[in-house]
């Protein structure tokens, strides 16, 4: 039986960190399993722009798997230089911090020039790469995937030259993506993104969302076809876990890894950790990047009870969840946030540790949790209840009452069962 080729176009590849590379390292991982042999197609890490770098990731690269690599016209490098940042901007610019003038020109710029990213300078060389690749390997299909959006720009031109089957893959939303405001972009710069999303809705042959965003298409985007969306969520690897022992610590650690901006309320959980913190021992730790205002409102109030440990490997970050009382989550607050499902979760899951979620309590993330019984949900400023959450978790830790989550809903979202789902879409 012959395999079937995939090529998967991403931006994003080891050695370059954070969550938007592990979703196709591990669908690549798992994907011959099901007699799809994939093929890569990436940026020379000598001239992508990424914002961390975690090279153990590459552990999960079979030696045989083919990896092509091109080159890239980038423009973070001026952002850089204007802004006096040492790197290109995270997520939701939570490196930045409270932007000063030469940070919002440079923002101006990137959300009104350069669009539909920063990132497009990679669509010619990706194209003429892919090109290549297909007419070599008699590809069945290719993948695009995104952020950067830009990338599917080159799915685009690759459907109209060789009407092969295109899998468009949103990792995070588009138009309305979480830190769209950040961007300052003008009512024409806005049409314009929009109807870059709606002509790769339109034209590729499936659509994956990482967030549930069929319902929003549908009324934005009337003529695209519902049938051809799938809702596939990020997982978590049981590889990633091996090895691993969970520990109950000798006080009630709170633990969020992950990035947090500017439009993460966490006012409401300071207070109710100021309001705890004659009671019981705790500490809280971020691992990750902290925008600097957040950082030093939480330092401020919270004083040697708070820990900022940094960007760490990925092995080390679920590590931390391992050795953890409670997993913090935080949704962004901005229009829409009852869709947000961040790739972390469904690691917190699988760690049996108890969730706390700020947010929607109507929303994607909070319908999982509900659903594995794997913690409580609360909204933003409701520190009564945040307060008991906290206490009762305390309670039951000194007591030796572990909690028992529905492992039957979390394995749904392991990395070998999803690539299996993948596979059978990708057909």
């Known amino acids: 039986m012959n395999r079937k080729k995939i090529l998967i176009l991403t931006y994003y590849w080891p050695p370059s960190g954070g969550p938007g590379v592990q979703r196709w390292l591990k669908f690549v991982k798992y994907l011959p399993a099901s007699d799809i042999q994939p093929v890569v ?10 914002p ?19 080159d890239c016209k980038g423009v973070y490098n001026w952002y850089k230089k204007i802004t006096r940042s040492k790197t290109a901007p995270y997520s939701g610019f939570a490196n930045e911090g409270k932007p000063g003038l030469l940070q919002k020109i440079a923002r101006f710029v ?55 089957k295109w899998i468009a893959d949103f990792r995070d939303p588009w138009s309305n993506i979480q830190y769209k405001s950040f961007l300052y972009q003008t009512r024409l710069a806005k049409q314009i993104d929009l109807k870059y999303e709606r002509c790769v809705l339109e034209n590729c042959d499936i659509l994956l969302l990482a967030v549930d965003e069929r319902e929003r298409f549908h009324e934005i985007h009337p003529h695209v076809n519902r049938e051809k ?6 997982g978590y690897d049981e ?55 957040t950082r030093a409102t939480i330092h401020q109030q919270l004083g040697n009870h708070a820990e900022f440990i940094g960007f760490v490997e990925h092995h080390t970050s679920v590590n931390y969840l391992m050795t953890s009382s409670i997993l913090l989550l935080i949704n962004a607050n901005v229009e829409g946030s009852r869709f947000l499902l961040h790739g972390k979760i469904f690691e917190y899951l699988a760690s049996r540790k108890p969730i706390l979620l700020l947010g929607s309590t109507n929303g994607t993330s909070a319908e999982i949790i509900r659903r594995a019984n794997a913690g409580e949900v609360f909204d933003y400023e409701d520190i009564d209840d945040i307060c008991d959450f906290l206490l009762r978790q305390h309670n039951n830790q000194i007591k030796g009452i572990h909690p028992t989550p529905d492992w039957e809903v979390i394995q749904q979202f392991s990395r070998k069962r999803l690539t ?8």
């Open 41 to 50: 197609l990436t940026v020379d890490p000598a001239r992508a722009e990424y």
């Open 52 to 70: 961390v770098l975690d090279p153990s990731l590459e552990a999960d690269i079979a030696p045989e798997l083919e990896v092509y690599h091109t």
């Open 110 to 164: 990137r959300g009104n020039l350069f669009l539909p990213d920063a990132r497009r300078g990679w669509i010619r060389y990706a194209f003429a790469e892919a090109c290549r690749i297909i007419e070599k390997h008699g590809i069945d299909a290719i993948i695009t995937t995104g952020p950067p959006h830009s990338t599917h720009l080159t799915g685009l031109k690759l459907k109209k030259k060789y009407d092969v």
């Open 229 to 234: 969306m799938f809702f596939m969520p990020n």
């Open 239 to 293: 590889t990633d876990f091996e090895g691993l022992n969970s520990i109950i610590p000798d006080k009630l650690v709170i633990t969020y890894t992950g990035t947090i901006a500017v439009n993460y309320p966490v006012g409401g959980l300071l207070q109710a950790l100021l309001k705890i913190k004659e009671q019981i021992p705790f500490s809280i730790r971020f691992v990750g990047k902290v925008d600097d205002h």
């Open 420 to 427: 299996q789902r993948l596979s059978e879409i990708i057909g």
